[in-house]
């Protein structure tokens, strides 16, 4: 297998919602800006590359909480769609990852711009997830405390992965991310474009060729292995809280995952190692990039987003 390993020319950093807003915290304003600081140090060597980078990133805990603080006002506040609820999230917590970066660069009096861009992402309204919503977002609650939120707020929750009850919404695959040549320009540009959050705020297209934002929140890793391909950048890295992906995972024959081709992986993910309500997204979004022509993609723990693309740690898959 060839090998890829290296700061590339254009990269495509994909931040995971664990990796900046962990479980266990409360989510203040003063919380969220220490994670985005340590995200920033932990990307500080790529920043200050000569390396074009785009930045996504999750919003699943924020967008829960935006919904979650408009069911409590709604006897006084105007409840806004989910596309509103998922710009929302997007336009705050970029905002928050924005000056992380710009500090960290200004630490080093590196001048190099970042900016962010709220982007709409266009899906298909026939998409079937509209029909079967299994998106979590937001806190876990016990399965009594879902049946009162479902009556109270008209919720659909179901379980997940054992860990407790979340409120689900529609998922639909993503097409096409509209911004992709402001995007593309600001790259080119040098700018550090961060953008797609929590997968970019769903959208169709109608017959008169108008936007029209829909209830439903986008896969973030999807949005950006489409968005990475859209933009020709080859390289993907999909940061979140592991170090590497696990097959066997919790049982005596664990084994992390090195280096694979992407026949390596697709015969993993047939065999069922990776979970929906885990890696399951991570590696499915893999698949997408590379069969759609990308050329390596990471998996790896934000700490060691420097090292994961030299190859000392993290998952690659590398696709000839």
């Known amino acids: 297998m060839a090998r890829a390993y290296g700061i590339p020319e254009k990269l495509l950093i994909a931040l995971g919602g664990n990796a900046i807003h962990p479980e266990g915290i409360r989510g203040t304003g003063q919380e969220q800006f220490a994670m985005a600081a340590a995200a920033a140090q932990a990307l500080l060597p790529v920043l200050q590359s000569e390396t074009r980078l785009v930045i996504t990133h999750g919003n699943g805990p924020g967008v829960g909480k935006v919904l979650m603080r408009q069911a409590i006002a709604k006897?006084?506040?105007?409840?806004?769609?989910l596309d509103i609820c998922v710009a929302n999230s997007q336009g705050g917590i970029s905002y928050v990852i924005m000056q992380a970066l710009q500090n960290a660069l200004r630490s080093i009096h590196h001048r190099r711009p970042v900016a962010s861009l709220v982007c709409e992402v266009e899906v298909n309204p026939d998409d079937p997830a509209f029909a079967n919503p299994d998106k979590p977002l937001g806190y876990f609650f016990s399965e009594a405390e879902a049946r009162d939120l479902e009556k109270e707020f008209g919720w659909i929750m179901k379980e997940d992965?054992?860990?407790?009850?979340?409120?689900?919404?529609?998922?639909?695959?993503?097409?096409?991310v509209i911004d992709s040549d402001i995007i593309n320009t600001l790259m080119r540009?040098?700018?550090i474009v961060i953008t797609g959050g929590g997968g970019g705020i769903p959208v169709t297209v109608d017959a008169g060729n108008q936007l029209r934002g829909v209830e439903?929140?986008?896969?973030?890793?999807?949005?950006?292995?489409?968005?990475?391909?859209?933009?020709?950048?080859?390289?993907?890295?999909?940061?979140?809280s592991v170090d590497r992906v696990k097959i066997h995972f919790g049982t005596p024959q664990e084994q992390s995952l090195d280096e694979l081709s992407l026949d390596e992986l697709k015969s993993y993910e047939a065999e069922g190692h990776f979970s929906a309500g885990s890696m399951g997204p991570k590696i499915g979004a893999v698949r997408h990039f590379l069969e759609a022509g990308g050329r390596r993609a990471i998996i790896a723990d934000l700490k060691d987003a420097y090292d994961a693309l030299l190859g000392r740690t993290g998952t690659r898959v590398i696709h000839p």
């Open 75 to 81: 006897n006084r506040v105007a409840i806004q769609p």
């Open 161 to 176: 992965a054992k860990r407790g009850w979340r409120m689900v919404v529609p998922s639909p695959q993503p097409h096409r």
């Open 189 to 191: 540009q040098g700018v």
């Open 216 to 240: 439903a929140v986008i896969d973030k890793d999807l949005t950006s292995a489409l968005l990475a391909r859209q933009l020709g950048i080859d390289d993907l890295l999909i940061l979140t």
